[in-house]
């Protein structure tokens, strides 16, 4: 069964810079589409960036375009989220997602990530 684990989130401030990782369990990790999402306190879970399987189409929230940077090691299992600018608006617990399918989508436990003005 396929586990995500993600780690890098923490405490920074306005302006600064995080990246977040993403591990996965699992042989075909490359064959599947990422993507890290983000929920605020209070808010749905919202898309934030997503990549696919050879790393060679990424996409963005219009919200992060310029700031963000999605990419991936498909020899380390392992996809990443590079946050430069940061606001605290991106303020949020940060979750990875993988679709196993067009129809399974599995989550990890999310990290926070702060931004202190």
């Known amino acids: 069964q396929v586990q995500l684990v993600e780690s890098g989130g923490g405490l920074v401030q306005v302006g600064g810079s995080l990246r977040l990782s993403c591990a996965a369990s699992?042989?075909?990790?490359?064959?599947?589409?990422m993507g890290w999402f983000r929920q605020a306190p209070g808010k749905e879970r919202d898309f934030v960036a997503g990549?696919?399987?050879?790393?060679?189409?990424?996409y963005y929230a219009d919200s992060v375009k310029g700031r963000f940077t999605i990419s991936r090691d498909n020899a380390k299992n392992t996809v990443y989220l590079r946050m430069n600018s940061l606001k605290p608006e991106d303020t949020a617990v940060y979750y990875c997602?993988?679709?196993?399918?067009?129809?399974?989508?599995?989550w990890g436990q999310g990290t926070l990530v702060t931004v202190s003005s």
């Open positions: 997602a993988a679709d196993l399918s067009d129809y399974d989508r599995i």
């Open positions: 699992g042989r075909t990790f490359s064959t599947y589409t």
């Open positions: 990549i696919n399987w050879s790393g060679g189409s990424t």
